[in-house]
């Protein structure tokens, strides 16, 4: 009942900076927050960055001051700015959302992912 769609990913050197974007549609009341979590081979999902639907903000210790999260609650998008980056940081990255879906439901969904890759 809720579709993400994740965009921006790519390669980068290390130190650069890339933005990924993520729009939601479907059928929802409304949407509770949204964040972005990451995974690499052999790794479980992990936490990025999460920011609700009045503006709390969440950030892994490894990506605070480097990263910034944004959301339009009219829009139902979420943005990750990602800089200086790191070859660490290299993984699959998936959108998420909590939402209020019929009939009356919370739940969370997730993004097909999009992939980032640093380079040294």
């Known amino acids: 009942q809720v579709q993400l769609v994740e965009s921006g990913g790519g390669l980068v050197q290390a130190g650069g900076s890339l933005r990924l974007s993520c729009a939601a549609s479907?059928?929802?009341?409304?949407?509770?927050?949204m964040g972005w979590y990451r995974q690499a081979p052999g790794n479980e999902r992990a936490l990025v960055a999460t920011i609700t639907s009045g503006g709390s903000t969440n950030y892994a210790d490894s990506v605070k001051g480097r990263f910034t999260i944004s959301r339009d609650n009219a829009k139902n998008t979420v943005d990750l700015q990602m800089n200086s980056l790191k070859p660490e940081d290299t993984d699959v990255y998936y959108c998420s959302a909590r939402a209020w879906a019929p009939p009356g439901r919370l739940g969370d969904y997730w993004g097909q992912g999009t992939q980032v890759t640093v380079s040294s």
């Open positions: 479907g059928r929802f009341f409304s949407i509770s927050a």
